[in-house]
T-cell receptor, first 116, second 111 residues
Framework: DTAVSQTPKYLVTQMGNDKSIKCEQNLGHDTMYWYKQDSKKFLKIMFSYNNKELIINETVPNRFSPKSPDKAHLNLHINSLELGDSAVYFC???????????????FGPGTRLTVT | AQKVTQAQTEISVVEKEDVTLDCVYETRDTTYYLFWYKQPPSGELVFLIRRNSFDEQNEISGRYSWNFQKSTSSFNFTITASQVVDSAVYFCALNDYKLSFGAGTTVTVRA
């Protein structure tokens, strides 16, 4: 069984479109995250949710909107896609509550988004 | 503010050589956690180790070992007798309220 899964694995779309990436974890974790990895492999946190509540919202354009229907799911919706949004997006989850990232995070396989 | 520096961008070794990856961090917190993650060419991120700021014991797991030195704010990672399967990007990370990653070190192990 996959611990953290993401769909789709690849997403190719045109500028201006709206797209969503779905994430699910079956680890029973309370906290979920979205990260962006750019072409230089730099990883940066975008959002963190704990029990469906937004904990961290880094400096991310408001075209990006996370949604957590329950604590096992954290989806990412992106409006009006731009070329600079091309990257690999990783979902992750960890145990523990609160605002600190004290526990190891388990990552999904990533979604490679290409905006043309 | 916090910062994680992995000064080595790329390291290339021949199989069976040892390789040490450096990680230096900055934080004002007295309680913090450090992590190492591996990203093989297939792209997934794999958790390797978690260490809290109060535990300076070195750790060994198979061919992997970690040296945590609070006095120098370093958390270095050594792969002993490297193998081709160790080829990957290795990330050091530091937490307080969020996990901040270093830029990564690409390790290439040649047969």
């Amino acid at each position: 069984d996959t611990a953290v899964s993401q769909t789709p694995k690849y997403l190719v779309t045109q500028m201006g479109n709206d797209k969503s990436i779905k994430c699910e974890q079956n680890l029973g974790h309370d906290t979920m995250y979205w990260y962006k990895q750019d072409s230089k492999k730099f990883l940066k946190i975008m959002f963190s949710y704990n029990n469906k509540e937004l904990i961290i919202n880094e400096t991310v354009p408001n075209r990006f909107s996370p949604k957590s229907p329950d604590k096992a799911h954290l989806n990412l919706h992106i409006n009006s896609l731009e070329l600079g949004d091309s990257a690999v997006y990783f979902c992750a989850s960890s145990q523990g509550g609160g605002s600190r990232a004290d526990y190891e995070q388990y990552f999904g396989p990533g979604t490679r988004l290409t905006v043309t | 503010a916090q910062k994680v520096t992995q000064a080595q961008t790329e390291i290339s070794v021949v199989e069976k050589e040892d390789v040490t990856l450096d990680c230096v961090y900055e934080t004002r917190d007295t309680t913090y956690y450090l992590f190492w993650y591996k990203q093989p060419p297939s792209g997934e991120l794999v958790f390797l180790i978690r260490r809290n700021s109060f535990d300076e014991q070195n750790e060994i797991s198979g061919r992997y070992s970690w040296n945590f030195q609070k006095s120098t704010s370093s958390f270095n990672f050594t792969i002993t007798a490297s193998q081709v399967v160790d080829s990957a990007v290795y990330f050091c990370a530091l937490n307080d309220y969020k996990l901040s990653f270093g830029a990564g070190t690409t390790v290439t192990v040649r047969a």
